[in-house]
């Protein structure tokens, strides 16, 4: 019942984030995948490396040029129903 509910809530925070207008410029997506560059060496550092799942998800981030709030709120909206389990 209440994963339906956070379901339900982060698929409503997420729609506004849809628009087709809304995407980073070239230099914003090449600072960005520089940053995912580093914290991905960082958490491999730290026994902890991103799954082939994950670096997909931010590659694809990337190749879309979505911005910042957009990818906050598709990862919100997939792992609120998740903690809720």
């Known amino acids: 019942m209440r994963s ?13 984030f849809m ?3 809304a995407y980073l410029s070239p230099g914003d997506v090449d600072a960005a995948r520089k940053r995912r ?7 491999a550092i730290e ?9 997909a998800m931010f590659e694809m981030f990337e190749r879309e040029a979505w911005p ?3 990818r906050r709120a598709h990862i919100l909206a ?5 903690a809720a389990e």
Do not use: C, T
């Open 4 to 16: 339906d509910f956070l379901a339900e809530a982060a698929s409503k925070w997420y729609k506004p």
């Open 37 to 43: 560059l580093e914290a991905m060496q960082l958490q």
């Open 68 to 70: 910042h709030a957009r």
């Open 47 to 55: 026994g902890n490396p991103l799954s082939a799942e994950q670096v």
């Open 19 to 21: 628009a087709k207008d």
């Open 78 to 82: 997939r792992v609120i129903p998740l």
